[in-house]
């Protein structure tokens, strides 16, 4: 499996500012996505980032609040932008390996999001 | 709309008890589905499926599917502390993105 790193683990942020998360892969991988767990519920996907080109994103997710780069087939970056309480949550970076069967796919540690 | 519903939500036990989680699912284009451990943040992959019939097991954990039923289930037997944990099902329906359940909270007590 893929070795999967994110920065930060954890943030508190102030209302209207926002965060950054990068999310670091040891490998190439053919897709990286990124999900939000908020507080006792199950994994929502918010998009597919896209290498070199605009992210895929779900319903109920736009570009503008969730702004994703990925530059590389190793990195990629999640922004969560104008931060309210709402946006407190885990933020979960996941990849589906290259040359590995599609169906599998893994998450990387989390980045835990406080919003004041 | 592809939908995974796992059971029960919760759950608590005694250690060494022997456990069954559910998992159902309505996808249009099934093509594998997939068992974690979620302890604190991350989820941790466990099993994927993909077959009828065939038993995927790894140490005290085993799961198995249906497709023609449209469930699974993870069985862990001698329970112990350490797999306290959510435990979530997730589906591939063609080429798009997890479907996840809500998971099983489950809590082993000593």
């Known amino acids: 499996s893929a070795v999967i790193s994110q920065k930060p683990s954890r943030d508190i942020c102030q209302r209207g500012t926002s965060l950054t998360i990068q999310c670091q892969v040891d490998?190439?991988?053919?897709?990286m996505f990124w999900y939000r767990q908020q507080p006792g519920q199950s994994l929502t996907l918010i998009a597919t980032?896209?290498?070199?080109?605009?992210?895929?994103?779900e319903s109920g997710f736009v570009i503008d609040k969730f702004p994703i780069s990925r530059p590389n087939l190793t990195f990629s970056t999640l922004t969560v932008s104008n931060m309210s309480p709402e946006d407190s949550s885990i933020y979960l970076c996941?990849?589906?390996?290259?040359?590995?069967?599609?169906?599998?796919?893994?998450f990387g540690p989390g980045t835990r999001l406080t919003v004041l | 709309e592809d939908k995974v519903v796992q059971s029960p939500l919760s759950l608590v036990v005694h250690e060494g008890d022997t456990v069954t989680l559910n998992c159902s699912y309505e996808?249009?284009?099934?093509?594998?589905l997939l068992w974690y451990k979620q302890e604190k943040k991350a989820p941790t992959f466990l099993f994927m499926l993909?077959?009828?019939?065939i038993e995927k097991k790894s140490g005290r954990l085993s799961s198995i599917l249906d497709k023609k039923e449209l469930f699974s289930i993870l069985n862990i037997t001698a329970t112990q502390t350490g797999d306290s944990a959510v435990y979530l099902c997730?589906?591939?329906?063609?080429?798009?993105?997890?479907?996840f359940g809500k998971g099983t909270r489950l809590s082993v007590i000593a």
């Open positions: 996808v249009t284009n099934f093509r594998s």
């Open positions: 996941s990849v589906v390996p290259s040359g590995r069967f599609y169906n599998e796919q893994f």
């Open positions: 980032a896209n290498q070199g080109s605009e992210a895929t994103y």
């Open positions: 490998s190439q991988v053919t897709m």
């Open positions: 997730a589906v591939r329906s063609g080429n798009t993105p997890l479907v």
């Open positions: 993909t077959s009828s019939g």
